[in-house]
């Protein structure tokens, strides 16, 4: 998981993986989303060295987290975290990439990924159909209409082999085309596949979306019954 993003568009004091979201901070919610399957057996996540937040996290001490080196891009940050659970994964292990300031993943979301990647040799990720209509610009000038049925929304986890995301980042190392997981690996021959998320599954990038946030998770423990 990279956490070492420091959120400028938050105009926050602070990280926006530790802002404040419904008690907790939002790694510690997206942290809490995930530790609450027993899908995983191991949690890296890649943290700046100059991180002084980190450690004051009560969800830290789960004997499944480790903390990684964060990076200075993203493709950096999720290498360091891979290479942290090199004595324990091998080569067609399954690993899942999530974004920090995603809280709202739900287990469900997570069970369909899985289900529906675990025999491809690759991998895949989760993502959304667009439904919007869409243009392709040039300064303040639309070009032309995009056709929408070929357009997805990619969100996380994303899930491939662990030997294919490794060798796929390290052989992509400072491309700029590489932005996610799935670009690596579309960029080393690897083919990705996509399995329809959950609207609810927003990325935290502007202010406004930690009300949003707060909103989904809220909504999702009324329907669990948890309160937690």
């Known amino acids: ?46 943290v700046s060295e100059q ?19 964060g990076g200075k891009e993203r493709a950096d940050s999720v290498l360091s975290a891979l290479n942290a659970l090199s004595g ?11 974004d920090a300031a995603r809280p709202c993943v739900s287990i469900d979301e997570i069970q369909r990924l899985i289900s529906a990647l675990k025999e491809e040799p690759y991998g895949g990720i989760l993502a959304l159909p667009s439904h ?52 690596a690996v579309e960029l080393t021959a690897g083919i990705v596949k996509i399995v329809e998320g959950a609207s609810e599954n927003i990325k935290i990038t502007r202010p406004e979306d930690l009300a949003l946030a707060a909103f989904y998770l809220e909504r999702q423990r009324d329907k669990s019954g948890t309160g937690v």
């Not at 450690?55 to 990684?68: E, F, K, N």
């Open 88 to 98: 324990q994964a091998n080569e067609d292990d399954w690993v899942l990439v999530h």
């Open 132 to 183: 919007d209509t869409l243009k392709k610009v040039n300064g303040d000038t639309i070009e032309k209409s995009v056709d929408r049925q070929t357009i997805w929304k990619a969100l996380t986890p994303q899930m491939f082999r662990y030997g294919v995301l490794k060798y796929a980042l390290e052989q992509t190392a400072g491309n700029l085309k590489v932005t996610d997981e799935a670009s």
């Open 51 to 69: 991180d002084p937040y980190w450690a004051t996290l009560a969800v830290t001490q789960s004997p499944i987290i480790l903390r990684a080196k």
């Open 1 to 46: 998981m990279p956490a070492a993003g420091v959120g400028k568009r938050m105009q926050a004091d602070k990280p926006k993986q530790y802002l404040p979201l419904l008690g907790k901070t939002v790694l510690e919610q997206t942290l809490s989303a995930l530790l609450t399957t027993d899908f995983f057996s191991a949690i890296a996540v890649s």
